[in-house]
């Protein structure tokens, strides 16, 4: 399926701040993952990696005290100094998740939101 303009993302994306190890080929590399959804994730990198580029990820969930990793394929790029209203990056389609790695994003999200909540302002 392909998506365009507002529609092309199919999963909702929640912000998140997650250092993210991954590998391509037998390189590793350590960056910081900006939004995470069920279908993917966005990884903020000044040297992302070519679109079609298969990776295998690894991060720590916070407070699952579990890691999650699995596997992808980088989709999108963004350059630096390509689009100033998003930092550069790549965005990386999972492979398809379980049950279980679904729950485990279901919990980052929890835990995102919570923290949001306790850092925003009240409302006057």
Request: hydrophobic share 40%.
């Given at each position: 399926m392909t998506y365009s303009g507002s529609e092309r993302r199919q999963h909702l994306r929640m912000p998140i701040s997650l250092q993210v190890r991954y590998r391509s080929l037998d390189t590793f590399f350590y960056d910081y993952a900006v939004n995470?959804?069920?279908?993917?994730?966005?990884?903020?990198?000044?040297?992302?990696?070519?679109?079609?580029?298969?990776?295998?990820?690894?991060?720590?969930?916070?407070?699952?005290?579990?890691?999650?990793?699995?596997?992808?394929?980088?989709?999108?790029?963004?350059?630096?100094?390509?689009?100033?209203?998003?930092?550069?990056?790549?965005?990386?389609?999972f492979e398809p998740l379980s049950a279980e790695d679904r729950a485990l994003i279901d919990r980052i999200w929890q835990k995102s939101a919570k923290s949001a909540q306790q850092t925003e302002p009240p409302s006057p």
């Open positions: 995470i959804s069920h279908g993917g994730i966005f990884i903020k990198t000044r040297k992302p990696l070519a679109r079609g580029a298969e990776v295998e990820l690894e991060f720590e969930a916070p407070g699952a005290g579990k890691k999650f990793s699995t596997r992808g394929q980088v989709v999108r790029v963004i350059f630096p100094g390509e689009d100033e209203m998003e930092p550069a990056g790549m965005g990386i389609e």
